[in-house]
C-alpha cells in the first residue's frame, strides 16, 4: 500500500514540478536523473587513451601524475556549459554528486583502483558561506560512493579568498593562487596515493598549486580529476 502512495506521489509531483534535464531541457523519464540519456551518450568526452591523456598532459614536466581524467570538454558554446554553471551559481550541489558517480560509470573499470584517498580542492570559509557547499567535493563524494576510498577534505587549507579565475590569463591565473594553499601539518597521512579533483580545469594553476603543498608529503603520488576540462 505504502509504495503505491509513494508511486502515486511522485507520478503527481513530475505532473506539477516536471523534471527537465539540465542540458537540453527535454522532459526526463523516470529511470533518468539530472540529464536524459541522449545527453549523457553524446557527452564530449576529452581524449584519454593508453597512448595519450589529455589532461594528463595539462600538467606534463610539472608533476608526475599517475592517472587523469574529465567527464567532459567545456566549450562556452556547447549546450553542455550551462552544466557547470547550474553547479556552481544555482545551487546545484547533487549535479556534482551525479557527476562522480558519472564519471567512474564512463571510465575503464579499476581505473582508479590504486588510489589511496580522494582531496577535493578546497574553497575559502568565506566562498564557502555564499555558495553554501563546495562543488569539488560533492563531485569527490560522487567518485567515493563508488570506488569506496575516503573523502579527506581537511588535509589542504585555503588561506586566502581569490577573485574568480573566469577570463583570467595563465600567468594572471598562477598569480592568484599562488600560495594561497597551505597543508594542514597536524593531519599524518597514511595514504600514499591522493586523488585530487576539482570542477573544470582550465589552466590547472589550482591544481598545480594544490600539487606543490602536496608534494611536501614524503613518497606521495598524484592523480586528478574534474567535472571538466577546458
Known amino acids: 500500500m505504502n509504495l503505491n502512495i509513494n508511486i502515486y506521489i511522485e507520478n503527481f509531483l513530475n505532473i506539477l514540478l ?13 529511470n533518468e536523473k539530472n540529464i536524459c540519456m541522449n545527453c549523457i551518450r553524446k557527452i564530449p568526452s576529452p581524449d584519454i587513451t593508453n597512448d595519450y591523456n589529455v589532461v594528463k598532459d595539462r600538467f606534463a614536466g610539472k608533476f608526475l601524475i599517475q592517472t587523469a581524467s574529465s567527464l567532459f570538454v567545456y566549450d562556452k558554446n556547447s549546450k553542455y556549459s550551462y552544466l557547470l554553471y547550474s553547479l556552481k551559481y544555482h545551487g546545484r550541489k547533487d549535479l556534482a554528486l551525479f557527476f562522480g558517480t558519472l564519471l567512474v560509470q564512463k571510465l575503464p573499470k579499476g581505473f582508479f583502483n590504486s588510489v589511496d584517498c580522494i582531496v577535493p580542492v578546497p574553497l575559502h570559509s568565506k566562498r564557502f558561506q555564499e555558495r553554501g557547499y563546495n562543488q569539488a567535493e560533492q563531485f569527490a563524494n560522487g567518485i567515493s560512493k ?16 581569490t577573485n574568480t ?66
Open 146 to 161: 563508488l570506488i569506496n576510498k575516503p573523502v579527506i577534505t581537511n588535509l589542504l587549507i585555503r588561506n586566502i579568498y
Open 18 to 30: 516536471p523534471r527537465r534535464c539540465v542540458s537540453c531541457g527535454n522532459y526526463l523519464f523516470k
Open 165 to 230: 579565475q573566469t577570463k583570467k590569463s595563465r600567468h594572471d591565473r598562477w598569480k592568484n593562487v599562488e600560495g594561497k594553499f597551505s597543508l594542514n601539518n597536524h593531519l599524518n597521512l597514511f595514504p600514499k596515493h591522493i586523488l585530487l579533483v576539482d570542477d573544470v580545469i582550465t589552466t590547472g594553476s589550482t591544481m598545480e598549486a594544490c600539487l606543490c603543498e602536496l608534494s611536501k608529503i614524503d613518497n606521495i603520488q598524484f592523480s586528478v580529476a574534474s567535472i571538466a576540462i577546458a
